[in-house]
């Protein structure tokens, strides 16, 4: 239908503001805006302006979205045959039926009776454009329009009055009411739109699915002779081997061998076997990459461990109370919480580089395990070094006693100052405390243990020193007898002599023979305490070492922990262990001493050199 001959007339202006007058608002636009800002409502008309059409060409039905707060109001809308009034505001909105899908038909009803098929196109062709209009015999009719969004259009007149120009026939009046109608043709057209994006969405994925596709392999030629001397070229050439000896499995697998060409897959085969010696090559050299960045990184990470004990000691040195009582309080927390991450960071990279240690021990061969002295063995026989032994276990012991006492106290200290509000930490911190009490009970039994038994290798000293000395008594009565035995003594009588010969000859054979046993104790006895002191220092490895530490240790005045002692000389010699040094420096009392630091959890022991302490108390 020709727009043109749509053409509504400007209706009195007047009568337009009586109109929205009554209904108590100055008149509006679709959009909600005032169309003259100096409209008075107690004057009950607006001059000068005419009011605007929804319905002229150019302008949409349904308003623009707007803010919530503010209502939408509906105008009158002027037609060429008819006009339409807005439904009441205050009136709920008509209610519809839910939108099927694809939907593009309405139900129109409460048509006037006397209204015609050109009457409803003219109402609502400005919504769209219509496809076909079935029209009932009853005052309603379903009208198919060709998009879906003006079905939106169309529902905005729901609620309307209509009426036929200017007469007040019921025949010529209504109530238009819009709905969502279920055709059948608008949800066929809505599943073959459907089933279009999908094959659209299937493509579009397959086609991404062969472009994200790894290539397939090349395909493997056929046998024959000239495919054969060129495979064996290739199997020589080291850049085409892996290509050559697919093609090679491929056709062995195919089974292309038989009697005439055994031969040429013979010394195919014969070419692939060359390689093993290039491969085992090319991994032995990557093995010995693979040691020396082993290697680098270990010097790496014990380079980075001894730069954390310089920052752990710097930590130390100003928690002292000459360096500690001149920064304030912020700062000593700020100190202290570093310290705290630098000891953490420290202790987990001396862990690692202890894993790493650990491996390569493990890793070594029984020929480097057999260069430990075997003269330890010896100094260990004795009862002297076992009663050392036992004395640096009962240090050792009492020092760990020590360290879980103060661990205990400082637990009960935290415990008592802050009081936790949750049960599960309470429950925590008792099974620390009963698990710290267990273990102090069994350091303490332990303790006593150890006490009585050097307790009773004491009695057995004194035991043995009281032998030695009843035995060595023994030994000087019987030498000073056999002094003071004179030769006159000597019966005259040989014939006495004869007779008595025999019983004084069983005599003398059991004296002499309790003099030898007594002496021959006596001997064994006496060498153990002539046997002067064992050398600390057995050979001159361990003067070497002895020295390197000495200046090592003067360098550091407030000593260092073993490790650190082993970090520093394992640049020198990674033969050098742990327990090696510990046992050459405990040697070594009066050079070396070794002290406890620290309180709780960070207690640590630290050798020191006393050498020079050693020299003036001597």
């Given at each position: ?14 009568a ?9 608002m ?10 003259m ?11 000068g ?5 929804p319905?002229m ?26 006009t ?21 038909t309405?139900?129109?009803?409460g ?20 496809i ?6 009853k ?5 198919r ?13 729901s609620?309307?009055?209509i ?9 010529d ?36 699915e ?13 046998y ?10 290739k ?8 290509e050559?000896?697919?093609?090679l499995?491929?056709?062995?697998e ?8 055994a ?13 093993i ?31 954390f ?8 040195a ?6 500690w ?10 100190l ?18 202890m894993?790493i ?10 020929d ?6 075997e003269?330890?063995d010896?100094d ?11 004395k640096?276990?009962n240090?050792?012991?009492?020092c ?21 509000q949750?049960?599960e930490?309470?429950?925590t ?52 007898r056999?002094?003071?035995f ?7 009588l040989?014939t ?37 002191p ?40 990674t033969?050098?262990?742990?327990t ?11 050079t ?17 050199f ?9």
């Amino acid at each position: 239908m020709d727009s043109n001959s749509l053409a509504m007339p400007i209706s009195d202006p007047n009568a337009w503001a009586t109109a929205m007058n009554n209904l108590g608002m100055a008149p509006m636009s679709m959009t909600g805006q005032p169309i003259m800002s100096d409209f008075d409502p107690s004057l009950g008309m607006m001059t000068g302006i005419a009011p605007m059409n929804p319905m002229m060409p150019g302008l949409g039905i349904v308003p623009p979205p707007v803010s919530q707060d503010m209502p939408i109001v509906k105008e009158i809308i002027h037609c060429k045959s008819c006009t339409l009034f807005p439904p009441n505001p205050n009136l709920p909105p008509p209610a519809t039926r839910e939108r099927p899908p694809g939907c593009k038909t309405v139900f129109v009803g409460g048509l006037p009776e006397n209204a015609t098929e050109q009457l409803i196109v003219e109402v609502f062709e400005q919504c769209g454009g219509i496809i076909a209009i079935r029209k009932s015999k009853k005052n309603f009719c379903h009208i198919r329009f060709a998009e879906e969004h003006t079905v939106d259009k169309a529902l905005f007149l729901s609620g309307y009055r209509i009426r036929l120009g200017s007469s007040t026939d019921k025949k010529d009046t209504g109530r238009l009411h819009v709905d969502f109608a279920q055709a059948r043709d608008d949800l066929y057209e809505w599943e073959c739109r459907q089933r279009m994006l999908a094959r659209e969405e299937r493509h579009r994925r397959r086609i991404e699915e062969d472009r994200l596709r790894p290539p397939s392999p090349p395909p493997i030629v056929h046998y024959s002779e000239h495919e054969c001397s060129q495979l064996g070229e290739k199997l020589k050439d080291d850049s085409k081997f892996p290509e050559a000896v697919r093609v090679l499995l491929t056709w062995v697998e195919r089974g292309e061998v038989n009697r005439r060409n055994a031969n040429n897959f013979y010394s195919m085969i014969q070419s692939s076997n060359s390689h093993i010696r290039r491969l085992m090559n090319e991994k032995a050299a990557h093995e010995k990459e693979m040691e020396e960045a082993k290697d680098k990184f270990k010097n790496a990470l014990s380079g980075i461990l001894v730069q954390f004990e310089q920052i752990v000691s710097v930590f130390h040195a100003s928690s002292k109370q000459k360096a500690w009582d001149h920064f304030s309080k912020a700062q000593r927390k700020n100190l202290d919480m570093w310290r705290k991450q630098a000891e953490e960071i420290r202790n987990i990279h001396n862990e690692e580089l202890m894993g790493i240690r650990r491996e390569e021990e493990m890793e070594m061969s029984d020929d480097d395990m057999e260069d430990v002295p075997e003269s330890k063995d010896l100094d260990d026989s004795g009862p002297l070094a076992q009663v050392e032994a036992l004395k640096e276990e009962n240090d050792s012991l009492r020092c760990q006693l020590d360290a879980y006492r103060n661990e205990v106290e400082l637990l009960k200290q935290e415990q008592g100052k802050a009081q936790p509000q949750r049960s599960e930490e309470d429950a925590t911190r008792q099974q620390q405390l009963s698990f710290l009490q267990q273990a102090l009970q069994g350091m303490q039994k332990q303790l006593l243990k150890l006490r009585e038994d050097l307790k009773q290798r004491e009695m057995e000293l004194e035991k043995n020193s009281e032998e030695k000395q009843q035995l060595e008594s023994q030994i000087q009565t019987l030498k000073d007898r056999i002094q003071a035995f004179p030769t006159s003594h000597a019966l005259p009588l040989e014939t006495a002599e004869r007779e008595d010969r025999g019983g004084d000859e069983s005599a003398n054979h059991a004296s002499e023979a309790a003099t030898t046993a007594v002496v021959s104790c006596s001997q064994e006895k006496e060498n153990l305490p002539e046997k002067g002191p064992p050398s600390p220092v057995k050979s001159e490895r361990e003067a070497l070492l002895v020295g390197i530490i000495s200046t090592f240790l003067h360098v550091h005045p407030f000593g260092a922990s073993i490790e650190y002692i082993c970090s520093y000389l394992q640049r020198l010699d990674t033969k050098i262990s742990t327990t090696e040094v510990e046992s050459l420096l405990g040697r070594l009392p009066c050079t070396f001493k070794q002290e406890l630091t620290g309180v709780g959890a960070s207690l640590e022991k630290r050798w020191k050199f006393c050498g020079f302490e050693g020299i003036k108390t001597a």
